[in-house]
């Protein structure tokens, strides 16, 4: 790889646009510490559309990059878009394929896959913006999950209009705040127990890191402002439940087809059973994010993390 000019492709358009930059920014600090050629692209906001879409093809051939690395977080990095992009361009990207892409992306379709592989998922409906302006009874989802319910947009990352709620105004309100994201939205019950994530990188599970946050749940405060949530690397489980819980998160992983490296996030619920909540094919890149605090428990520093995922890159 260094011999090859690598484009690091971070911002965007979505709404994780400055987590995009920070891993894009980290990423790039760690190639250029391993004499790795590369170009910071930074892909401007706006809305993703067909000159979106070619105003990104012409910053990539401006560029002149053999590789890309995606460090895009959220629509047009995630979803698929940007990977179909590169894929027609011949330009070879790390991380998973459009297709697997788009899948793990869409937490209703990712969901369907896990259920057909057998892996454990929470009981949960879809709701859609029709449906719901028709006029609809929110009680029914109490009454079929119980006290506690999950609202979250099929699409989208960092935990952006996602909120856990335990009445009918609050849910309501959760709803309209969701429908800002998506116009599919899940709804689950919510699983008391401890939240974990299994990183994955070449295709083998990495050291489990529990997550403790100070808040309700690993909210978007949580996960991103300093002191709000602490972390035990790797996770203090039974051993048995340990890799067990392992085993889940990489057969998500292939369940998905995601290639090389992910993220799966896990509520071990206080019963002992592991419920995957979703595979997160771009995990955020950076020194302190959840996959490089793994990688290094197994002895893999932040640089050559970041050079395993490079070496990786396929079409």
């Not at 993703?48 to 995606?70: H, P």
């Not at 977080?73 to 697997?100: C, K, W, Y």
């Not at 705040?177 to 990183?199: C, M, N, Q, S, W």
């Not at 709000?228 to 890799?243: D, G, N, Q, S």
Request: glycine share 8%; charged share 25%; proline share 4%.
């Amino acid at each position: 790889m260094k011999t090859k000019r690598i484009g690091v492709l971070m911002a965007g358009p979505s709404s994780e646009r400055e987590i995009s930059i920070k891993s894009g920014t980290a990423v790039c600090r760690a190639l250029g510490s391993k004499g790795v050629d590369y170009a910071a692209l930074e892909l401007m906001p706006g809305p993703n559309n067909n000159g979106y879409r070619d105003s990104t093809a012409e910053l990539i051939r401006e560029a002149k990059i053999d590789t890309a690395f995606v460090a895009l977080h959220g629509e047009f990095g995630e979803d698929g878009g940007v990977q179909e992009l590169l894929e027609e361009m011949n330009i070879p990207h790390t991380g998973s394929s459009s297709r697997a892409s788009k899948i793990a992306m869409n937490k209703i379709a990712a969901k369907e896959v896990f259920k057909r592989s057998s892996i454990p998922v929470a009981r949960h409906d879809v709701l859609n913006l029709e449906r719901f302006k028709k006029g609809f009874d929110v009680k029914v989802y109490f009454k079929a999950f119980g006290k506690s319910v999950v609202v979250k947009p099929s699409n989208g990352g960092s935990s952006i209009g996602l909120n856990i709620v335990n009445n009918e105004k609050d849910l309501l309100a959760a709803i309209e705040d969701a429908f800002k994201y998506d116009d599919k939205l899940l709804i689950e019950e919510y699983i008391p127990g401890r939240e974990i994530t299994v990183g994955i990188i070449e295709d083998r599970a990495l050291p489990i890191v529990e997550i403790v946050p100070k808040r309700k749940f690993f909210d978007f405060t949580a996960k991103y402002q300093k002191g709000m949530t602490e972390y035990i690397v790797p996770a203090e489980i039974e051993e048995k439940t340990y890799r067990f819980c392992q085993d889940i998160g990489l057969s998500a992983h292939k369940a998905l087809s995601a290639r090389s490296f992910s993220r799966v996030d896990i509520i071990l619920g206080k019963s002992g059973r592991p419920v995957v909540l979703e595979v997160n094919t771009i995990p955020g890149l950076t020194e302190t994010s959840l996959l490089p605090k793994a990688a290094k428990a197994a002895g893999i520093s932040f640089e050559d993390l970041c050079l395993k995922i490079l070496e990786s890159a396929s079409w």
